[in-house]
């Protein structure tokens, strides 16, 4: 009994720590960034991708939310990671209502979806191209997630009084 006991609890941690999305990336190119879809606007349309970044801002609109994300490369784990360099903004689109209190400012977001075009807007007062990403499927990292790629190691030596 605890011979079968013992595979089934290893395999219930481990799938208890995997976290984050999966999505397909064999048809993506994975080099295409927002900011080389900006640089040369009409060149990327109905490209698959997948990205992932920080969001700057999230605006409703009647059939989509459409979010402002400042773009960083994806980790093993195709989360964002902020502490390489920045790969351009872009704009998601997704069908229906995100709340924006929940797709709020400064979190990380993980897409999959296809470059439409790109628009005209500004970042702050400079003019800016934005590619268009019409998303299909987008992922809201936890608040409370540790960095990405960052070992997490304790070590901690203790001791314990008894009367």
């Not at 060149?43 to 939310?65: F, K, L, S």
Request: charge should be neutral; charged fraction near 20%; include cysteine.
């Amino acid at each position: 009994m605890l011979r079968l006991a013992l595979p089934l609890l290893v395999v219930t941690l481990l799938a208890a720590c995997a976290g984050g999305p999966r999505y397909d990336t064999r048809a993506v190119d994975a080099s295409l960034t927002a900011a080389k879809v900006a640089a040369s606007p009409g060149a990327h349309t109905g490209i698959p991708v997948v990205w992932g970044g920080v969001i700057v801002a999230t605006r409703n609109q009647p059939d989509y939310t459409e979010m402002e994300i400042l773009s960083y490369p994806l980790d093993g784990a195709q989360r964002p990671d902020p502490r390489r360099a920045e790969q351009g903004r872009f704009l998601a689109r997704h069908a229906g209502y995100l709340e924006a209190v929940d797709y709020a400012p400064g979190r990380s977001v993980t897409l999959n979806g296809t470059v439409e075009t790109t628009l005209p807007g500004k970042v702050g007062d400079a003019p800016y191209t934005f590619p268009l990403l019409q998303a299909k499927d987008v992922y809201l990292w936890p608040r409370d997630s540790a960095a990405p790629s960052s070992p997490q190691f304790q070590f901690g030596i203790g001791v314990i009084f008894s009367r």
